[in-house]
Nanobody, 112 residues
């Protein structure tokens, strides 16, 4: 069964870092454009970062310079390195690709 499984969320203080992972199982990972989204309580889901098959990346303005998306095609995995975290980064983070859909998400909480 093809699926996306996120991990790496947790609790962190402002200024801290986390690295999220999303493993794509059961399919050819290298052909997919991969995205990370997030959804905070009471807010719409928003696109955070995207990485194309050739490695070209793009980011939401709110995370530019702090977050880095990367992929390891040999491991069928996309990563989101999050540095200098802020309380407003608190959300459930999802990975997504058009051909498969959505993972179940991983919670990131940034608290003082």
């Amino acid at each position: 069964q093809v699926q996306l499984v996120e991990s790496g969320g947790g609790l962190v203080q402002p200024g801290g870092s986390l690295r999220l992972s999303c493993v794509v199982s059961g399919s050819i990972f290298s052909i997919y454009v991969m995205r990370w989204y997030r959804q905070a309580p009471g807010k719409q889901r928003e696109l955070v970062a995207i990485i194309a098959t050739d490695g070209i990346t793009n980011y939401a303005d709110s995370v530019k310079g702090r977050f880095t998306i990367s992929r390891d095609n040999a491991k069928n995995t996309v990563y989101l390195q999050m540095n200098s975290l802020k309380p407003e980064d608190t959300a459930v983070y999802y990975c997504q690709t058009d051909s498969i859909g959505w993972g179940r998400g991983t919670q990131v909480t940034v608290f003082s």
